[in-house]
T-cell receptor
């Protein structure tokens, strides 16, 4: 059974800082991994999807890496902004795109 | 191209009533997933459906919960005889599966928030 851990549960940084969000998972037999953002009371916004054959994926100020064999993924956010404040969720996908979620990291970027 | 549409966004029911949650997938998507997010908990998989078929319902509670995705119309998650513990946010996601692959990117709706009094 896949288990996903994201630590720390919460993070507060000043604006402009570069930061790394970590995700670990127990079952390396995944097809891909998605990073999502969730704002309070809202749905999930897909940020990046990394296929199992890829090592990293980039979109704007975001860069996600995947080390499938060690069961780890990181989300790098460059030059953080207050608008980046949200909960970030990591979700590896098993067969049939079935996602397993961690509890997320709640990020607060202080102006 | 509209995203995944869920309704109602908020639903209040008294114990013992029925709740029906609807999900219209993104245009061209034929795979629908339902997830539940309990307060202070992560999202948990409930069920995966394709048109007219339930593919994986391993996350569905054994009683009172059912899901369908008919040939025409939205996917429905139905909860009978609701109890306070059913209070949660229910999210629907859809995906488009490329031929010959096992996975696709999931896109989520805004969720339906059920409150049971």
């Amino acid at each position: 059974k896949q288990e996903v851990t994201q630590i720390p549960a919460a993070l507060s940084v000043p604006e402009g800082e570069n930061l790394v969000l970590n995700c670990s998972f127990t079952d390396s037999a995944i097809y891909n991994l998605q990073w999502f953002r969730q704002d309070p009371g809202k749905g999930l916004t897909s940020l990046l999807l990394i296929q199992s054959s890829q090592r990293e994926q980039t979109s704007g100020r975001l860069n996600a890496s995947l080390d499938k064999s060690s069961g780890r993924s990181t989300l790098y956010i460059a030059a953080s902004q207050p608008g980046d404040s949200a909960t970030y969720l990591c979700a590896p996908a098993g067969a049939n795109s079935k996602l397993t979620f961690g509890k997320g990291i709640t990020l607060s970027v202080r102006p | 191209n509209a995203g995944v549409m869920q309704n109602p966004r908020h639903l209040v029911r008294r114990r013992g009533q029925e709740a029906r949650l609807r999900c219209s997938p993104m245009k061209g998507h034929s795979h629908v997933y339902w997830y539940r997010q309990l307060p202070e908990e992560g999202l948990k998989f409930m069920v995966y459906l394709q048109k007219e078929n339930i593919i994986d319902e391993s996350g569905m509670p054994k009683e009172r919960f059912s899901a369908e995705f008919p040939k025409e119309g939205p996917s429905i998650l139905r909860i009978q005889q609701v109890v306070r513990g059913d209070s949660a946010a229910y999210f629907c996601a859809s995906s488009f599966r490329l031929a010959g692959t096992n996975t696709g990117e999931l896109f989520f709706g805004e969720g339906s928030r059920l409150t049971v009094l």
